[in-house]
Structures are given as structure tokens and as C-alpha cells.
């Protein structure tokens, strides 16, 4: 466990402030701080969702990130067309993993990149017209697919283009929804606001369109939201809820159709699994529908616990019964893999930056197998984000909001964590100076993470990564002589 004291870790932050400008140091001051589980606010500790100074290495992503490969682009039966410039589609095409069934390219459609190639004609001349001919000859290649997004990039949003009309009219045409996203990469401060201006688009263009259509519930409907299917993750989710007797109506947005996101407004709970990306189209579903809303996290059998017995007492006593029942059904899996893997994995410290929920979320995971989290950071994360995560963590936990590049590894020279978890741009520079290493935005091509399975293939991958006999052929740099 760790060694570091309050104080110790206070000074490494005045230390790591030491090499910026003094207008530099004074911003970044207020992003880096040690925790202080008492708080209840942590706006008294930390500032979080400003932009990032120019000429520091942010791992932020944009607007269109937010909106076309969080929230819209694992819809799966609803073409997504990134309008632009070839190179955001191109980044951004199946990077993260987000599961699904269906026949690609039949009533399937996640994986294929499909974009608008602006060219420089078109930003002299306007690009209405081409956008207008794409959805035509989508519709004709891919008639099953049940609706278009048009993801818009930033030089959409520069030159004006009126994609809202196009939009109107390719629908009226096509008789499908064609549903337009102002989410070009320039507006707000990182990928947040894209998912906000996608939550946005679903309330105006998309949950409305069954309001007056009949639909056969029962008192058992709930939705999964804000849950990718990264590796499988909502998968896993899903087993859960239908073995208490739940009936999960609408999952989005991995594997997620358009029919399942119109008929969400019909459910009796909506339980939302990323917060960031997904609280705001939770809030007005609360507002307008009367359907409640609840976090729940399925990370580690002991938050699995918690969260079924939260859900079920929503529900009458046989849904609470039957969470009794599950959860005691998996305590003997559960204890073979702590079992297993604790002796392995007691006492190591885990360092984390990630986006969303994981930096919160995971914890209880690692504690189950007796580790230890050391510090932890968000890429773009609000206030709330970070009140949800001060009594997760000990009051002697570094905490980092959209950390550079330089200071992350000052961090990790200092503290020197048994295992980081963030994201790939840092992946390999953390490996190459002999750090164990684990990719926790698509769970390094393993997964899932979710559930009592997923807490099988967590357990398993945390011990293969920090027990490799790989490591310790590197050696970091504290470790060498001058």
C-alpha cells in the first residue's frame, strides 16, 4: 500500500507547477489537488470543464468525438456520416469497440466508415447539395438501414451549411429519419459538449417520434443508457437485469437500434451507466416522461451487489428477492477469482486517467482484489463528476483533472503506481519506461469488464499485465544511474 503521505503529494504538485509560466501555473493550479474525501462539493478543491491552455499536451478529444463515436456511433442499424473532411471519419471510424449483432452492411452498420470527402470546392461553394446526393445514394446501397446522422465537422459549421434543411428534406424523401448533429470539433471545450448536443438531438428529433404509438409494457421495463458494449460490457449488463426479472426494452448506445432509443420514453426506469455522456437526456426523459432515473455500476462484485439492491428496490419484493437470489448464486465464482488473484494483486497501487465514468467506476473493482488507487483524473469531467468520486478515493490520492502530458508522468515518476490505466495516446510511453500498462477506454482488445464474467476477465487481465516477466527486462527512469 501506499507509503506517500497528504503533505507528500501536496508538494509534488507545487513541485510539478514549478516549471510553468506564472500565468500557466496559477490555471493549472486548480486542476491538481490531493483528495479530500470530507467534501461535499468538490468545486471547494478542484476546477474542472475549462479548456485547455494552449501549448500543453491535453488528451482531450472534440465536440464531434463526443456526439459521432460516443453517443450516435454505435447505433447500429442507423448510418452515420461524418460531413467533412475525410480525415475526423477516418479517425474516428471503429476505434472503440462497441459490439454488435446484425449483418454489417445489411441492417448493421457500426464499423463501416461512411463520410462526405469535403474537398475544397466544397467549402468555397457550400456542400448542401452534395449532402443531399450521399443520403440518395446511401439509401440506395443500404435500403434496410433505419435512419442517417449527419455528424458535422468543423468546417461545416464554418461556412454555414444549412444541414438542418437538407435534413428535413432527405427525410421527407426517404420517409426515414435523417437527424442532424451540430457537433463540429471547434464548439465547447472538449468531447463533453458533444454529448450534450447529441442528448440534445435525441430529445428533439428522435423520442418524440412514438409518443402517440400504442406500445404493450409491463411493470418490469427499464433501459439500459450510456452503456457502449465495449468488449461486450452491456452484454453482460443485460444477463443481470433479465436474471432479477427485469425486461430491458431499449439499450443504446452499444448495440442499440433506433426503434429500442423511441421507445425508451416508455419505460418504468432508465439506468444510466456513463453519467457524463448520458445524465442529460436522462433528466429531460425525468421531466417530460415521469420516468426516474438511477446510476449503476457493474464493476467488481462488490458495487455489482450494491447496484442490483438499489435497482431492485425500485421494483416490488419479487424483483427484490430474485436480486438476493443472483447475487447469491455468483458469491462461489466470485470468491475463486478473488481467491485467485488477490494473493497475486494485494497491496499494488493503480494510477488512472481515463474519461467518463472508469475513474469512479473501477475502483471498487481494484479494491476487491486488494488494491490500492493512488490517484485518478478525468479528461472531461464536470464538478459532479468529481463530487461522485472524493468518497471513492483516500484522503491521500492524487487528484488530476485533464492532466498534461508532462505532469501525468511526473506523477507516475514520483508516486511510481504498480500499474496505470488510461487511454492509448498514453499507453506506450508509460510501457516503454517500464510500466505496467492497461488500455481502460476499450480495455486493451480484451473485455468484457462488466459483471460477475466481466469481474473474471478484469481479475485475469490486471494480474497477466502487472505479473509479465516483460517488465522486468525494462528499466524506468528513477531506476537508473545518472
Known amino acids: 500500500m501506499t507509503d506517500r503521505t497528504r503533505e507528500q503529494n ?3 504538485i507545487q513541485e510539478v ?10 490555471d493549472r493550479a486548480k486542476h491538481l489537488t490531493v483528495n479530500d474525501p470530507s467534501l461535499e462539493k468538490a468545486s471547494k478543491c478542484i476546477t474542472s470543464n475549462r479548456k485547455s491552455l494552449p501549448g500543453v499536451m491535453t488528451i482531450r478529444g472534440c465536440a464531434y468525438a463526443g456526439s459521432k463515436g460516443v453517443v450516435f456511433g454505435p447505433i447500429k442499424d442507423m448510418i452515420h456520416l461524418s460531413h467533412g473532411p475525410v480525415g475526423c471519419g477516418m479517425y474516428s471510424s471503429g476505434g472503440r469497440r462497441n459490439y454488435y449483432t446484425g449483418l454489417t452492411g445489411v441492417d448493421s452498420f457500426g464499423s463501416i466508415n461512411f463520410t462526405s470527402d469535403f474537398q475544397e470546392k466544397d467549402i468555397v461553394f457550400g456542400g448542401d447539395k452534395k449532402l443531399l446526393q450521399i443520403i440518395d445514394e446511401m439509401e440506395t446501397l443500404f435500403p434496410l438501414s433505419k435512419g442517417i446522422t449527419v455528424q458535422s465537422e468543423c468546417p461545416i459549421g464554418l461556412i454555414g451549411d444549412d444541414i ?8 421527407a424523401q426517404t420517409g426515414k429519419a435523417v437527424v442532424p448533429v451540430r457537433c463540429e470539433g471547434f464548439r465547447g471545450v472538449s468531447q463533453s459538449l458533444g454529448h450534450h448536443i447529441a442528448n440534445d438531438v435525441i430529445r428533439d428529433w428522435i423520442l418524440p417520434n412514438r409518443d402517440d404509438v400504442a406500445f404493450e409494457g409491463t411493470p418490469y421495463d427499464v433501459a439500459i443508457i450510456g452503456d457502449y458494449n465495449i468488449g461486450g460490457d452491456a452484454w453482460s449488463s443485460r444477463i443481470l437485469l433479465e436474471e432479477i426479472g427485469l425486461r430491458v426494452v431499449a439499450q443504446w448506445s452499444g448495440d442499440g437500434t433506433l426503434p429500442e432509443m423511441e421507445n425508451t420514453t416508455k419505460v418504468k426506469l432508465n439506468l444510466v451507466h456513463c453519467y457524463r455522456s448520458m445524465n442529460y437526456i436522462s433528466r429531460h426523459m425525468e421531466e417530460k416522461y415521469g420516468i426516474p432515473w438511477m446510476e449503476y455500476n457493474f464493476f467488481g462484485p462488490t458495487k455489482i451487489a450494491e447496484s442490483l439492491r438499489k435497482i ?6 419479487t424483483i427484490q428477492k430474485n436480486a438476493e437470489a443472483v447475487i447469491a448464486k455468483y458469491e462461489a465464482q466470485t470468491a475463486a477469482i478473488i481467491a485467485k488473484y488477490k494473493p497475486r494483486l494485494q497491496g499494488k497501487r493503480v494510477m488512472l486517467y481515463v474519461g467518463g465514468l472508469r475513474p469512479r467506476h473501477v475502483i471498487g473493482a481494484y479494491e476487491d482484489l486488494g488494491m490500492e488507487i493512488v490517484g485518478a483524473g478525468y479528461e472531461f469531467a464536470h464538478n459532479d463528476d468529481y463530487d461522485r468520486t472524493l468518497p471513492e478515493l483516500s484522503n491521500t490520492a492524487l487528484l488530476f483533472d485533464d492532466v498534461t502530458g508532462y505532469e501525468f508522468e511526473e506523477f507516475v515518476k514520483a508516486v511510481k503506481p504498480d500499474l496505470v490505466g488510461s487511454g492509448v495516446k498514453e499507453k506506450y510511453i508509460f510501457q516503454k519506461m517500464g510500466i505496467p500498462f492497461r488500455q481502460m477506454h476499450s480495455w486493451d482488445y480484451s473485455g ?3 459483471g460477475y464474467d466481466g469481474f473474471a476477465i478484469f ?8 505479473n509479465n516477466p516483460c517488465w522486468s527486462q525494462l528499466t524506468p527512469p528513477w531506476k537508473k544511474s545518472a
Do not use: G, N
Open 10 to 12: 501536496e508538494a509534488l
Open 17 to 26: 507547477l514549478e516549471v510553468y509560466p506564472e500565468k500557466a501555473r496559477k
Open 164 to 171: 438542418e434543411a437538407v435534413s428535413k428534406k432527405a427525410s
Open 312 to 317: 431492485a428496490a425500485q421494483f416490488d419484493e
Open 448 to 450: 468484457p469488464y462488466h
Open 459 to 466: 481479475a485475469r487481465d490486471m494480474d497477466m499485465t502487472l
